[in-house]
């Protein structure tokens, strides 16, 4: 998947950047990916996602959300917190996860 989330119109709001490089055995990640994807936009809170991976299994994921506590409760899904154990024992072989708080945003190409 890789495509543009919709820009919010209430600022500010959450960006979570996970980067992760995937492991050997990625056996059901393309499912559990989709379903995690399917489940987030049932969230409150939810904005969008924007997702990409190259050729060599190393992928960008940005999930946005309204505000904090939406994120604090995508974390606490326990079917997400299951998908987070499975990367970590099996899918991921490094991944790093940032939490921002965009104050301002563009849009174009034109931009502001």
């Known amino acids: 998947m890789s ?3 919709p820009l919010p119109a209430d600022l500010p709001y ?6 992760a490089q995937l492991s ?3 056996t059901g990640y393309g499912q559990m ?8 936009a049932q969230q409150p ?7 990409t991976r190259d050729g060599e299994g190393l ?3 940005v999930s946005y959300w309204a505000d904090e506590a939406a994120l604090m409760g995508w974390k606490q899904v ?3 917190l299951y998908a987070q154990n499975m990367g970590k024992q099996k899918w991921y072989e490094h991944y790093t996860l940032r939490v921002a708080k965009v104050e301002r945003h563009y849009d ?5």
């Not at 959450?14 to 980067?19: L, R």
């Open 45 to 51: 809170g939810y904005v969008g996602v924007e997702s």
């Open 59 to 61: 992928g960008i994921t």
């Open 24 to 26: 050997d055995d990625t």
């Open 3 to 5: 495509r543009f989330a």
């Open 78 to 80: 326990s079917e997400h």
């Open 33 to 40: 990916s989709a379903k995690m994807v399917e489940l987030a």
């Open 14 to 19: 959450y960006a979570v950047i996970f980067t």
């Open 108 to 112: 174009g190409p034109e931009g502001r």
